[in-house]
């Protein structure tokens, strides 16, 4: 109950932060985009991560004024980057089935100026085994648009196929836990050939989560993963202040 009074505070009193963690092609390593990651800047415990907190944002009808708040900044954020690079958003499956949900994803964009075309939402694989009829007008409303979405942790859920099956799925992120064994552990190895195989054979960009070294870049490149993302191209960090970037270029 105190966290979610700090939680309210926080909403109204600029406590929140998005970090950013880039998305790379793997063949040159050209920057593609970054994903949003939301933090919390607390005035006595420091900065937290969001399992401190998304649980219970979620558990107390604030998600819909968290979620709106990582829509805004986020497409604000983006719409000064240079053109090619787009912005990856999480959203919580209670947001997307909210009423007003697509509407609100319109109105980010519209006040940013963002094109709708560089805005990609990660939804997970539950989200979509429990998709009511509000999600997936929701996920139609935004995807007509010119949004896409990505479907995250590829390959943990129960549903995976059933996620690509049932929604209009642009993008797969194979799950930093198989990255983690691909080079080491031949089964994983396996597994991760086949997704590799599943999204491409659907149509699908992949792309390989939690990359911490140069073998597991090489061993995905080799087997045809086109794009990357974790500490070994660039941590989650905030966004440069623009007199930090200004001193950077002098
Ligand atoms: O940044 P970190 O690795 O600590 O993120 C932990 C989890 O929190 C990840 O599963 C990520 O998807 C989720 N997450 C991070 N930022 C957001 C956000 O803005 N909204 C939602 N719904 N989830 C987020
Ligand atoms: O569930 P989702 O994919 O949205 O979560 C992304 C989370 O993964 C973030 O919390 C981020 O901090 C974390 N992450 C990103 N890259 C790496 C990595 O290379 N290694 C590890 N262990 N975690 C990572
Ligand atoms: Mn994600
Ligand atoms: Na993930």
Same mark, same amino acid.
């Given at each position: ?13 600029? $406590? ?12 040159? $390593? ?8 939301? /933090? ?43 053109? *090619? ?27 940013? *100026? ?18 009511? $009829? ?41 799950? /930093? ?21 599943? *999204?491409? *054979? ?9 990359? $911490? ?38």
């Amino acid at each position: 109950l105190q966290l979610e009074t700090d939680l309210r505070r926080a909403l109204d009193g600029n $406590e929140l932060r998005l970090f950013y963690q880039p998305i790379v092609s793997l063949a040159d $390593e050209t920057l593609l985009g970054y994903e949003a990651l939301i /933090r919390w800047q607390h005035p006595t415990r420091g900065l937290l991560p969001p399992g401190a907190f998304l649980d219970a944002a979620e558990n107390n009808r604030l998600t819909s004024r968290l979620g709106a708040w990582v829509l805004r900044q986020a497409c604000t954020d983006a719409a000064g980057w240079p053109a *090619g690079l787009r912005v990856h958003v999480n959203v919580s499956a209670r947001h997307l089935a909210e009423e007003g949900f697509s509407d609100l994803v319109a109105a980010a964009l519209d006040e940013s *100026g963002l094109p709708p075309e560089r805005l990609e939402l990660e939804i997970t694989e539950s989200t979509a085994l429990f998709a009511a $009829e509000a999600t997936l007008q929701a996920v139609s409303e935004v995807t007509e648009r010119g949004v896409t979405l990505a479907l995250d942790d590829f390959g943990t859920g129960y549903s995976a196929i059933t996620a690509l099956h049932r929604l209009p799925i642009h993008t797969v992120k194979i799950d /930093r836990s198989f990255v983690a064994d691909v080079v080491t552990r031949p089964s994983t190895a396996a597994l991760v050939q086949g997704l590799l195989n599943l *999204g491409q *054979g659907m149509g699908l960009q992949v792309i390989a989560e939690g990359i $911490e070294d140069l073998d597991q870049a090489d061993w995905l490149r080799r087997h045809g993963c086109a794009m990357a993302q974790g500490y070994a191209f660039g941590r989650p960090a905030p966004l440069p202040s623009r007199a930090e970037a200004l001193m950077a270029e002098v």
